[in-house]
């Protein structure tokens, strides 16, 4: 069982910058696959980022490419969003994401991850 809780979120005004953190407990989770999701008010959840494991590579969401950067450290089991550029369309209830199992790999933009946080909400104001 992993466990995982998302800090760093915040009320922030348009074009400045929010670094996200998502704290796994449980076991380590260097072999899974971490991912950020995001959920507006009234809107489905979105795909934001995500980066895999051995080999590690980075997929963005669309809406997000060349603005946000997702990271992990293992050695602390936390994966990371840092988030410039913001606008208010990013404005959204932030949640992280875990999975081991290995077609995570064809599902990564899905959100039908094993493990969820409760999520941060990020309020971006124009």
């Known amino acids: 069982q992993v466990q995982l809780v998302e800090s760093g979120g915040g009320l922030v005004q348009a074009g400045g910058s929010l670094r996200l953190s998502c704290a796994a407990s449980g076991r380590s989770f260097s072999s899974y696959t971490l991912a950020w999701f995001r959920q507006a008010l009234g809107k489905e959840r979105e795909f934001v980022a995500a980066?895999?494991?051995?080999?590690?590579?980075?997929v963005y969401g669309d809406s997000v490419k060349g603005r946000f950067t997702i990271s992990r450290d293992n050695a602390r089991n936390t994966v990371y969003l840092q988030m410039n550029s913001l606008k208010p369309e990013d404005t959204a209830v932030y949640y992280c994401?875990?999975?081991?199992?290995?077609?995570?790999?064809?599902?990564?933009?899905?959100?039908?991850?094993?493990?969820w946080g409760q999520g941060t909400q990020v309020t971006v104001s124009s």
């Open positions: 994401a875990a999975d081991r199992r290995l077609d995570i790999r064809v599902r990564v933009r899905t959100p039908t991850y094993d493990y």
């Open positions: 980066i895999t494991w051995s080999p590690s590579s980075t």
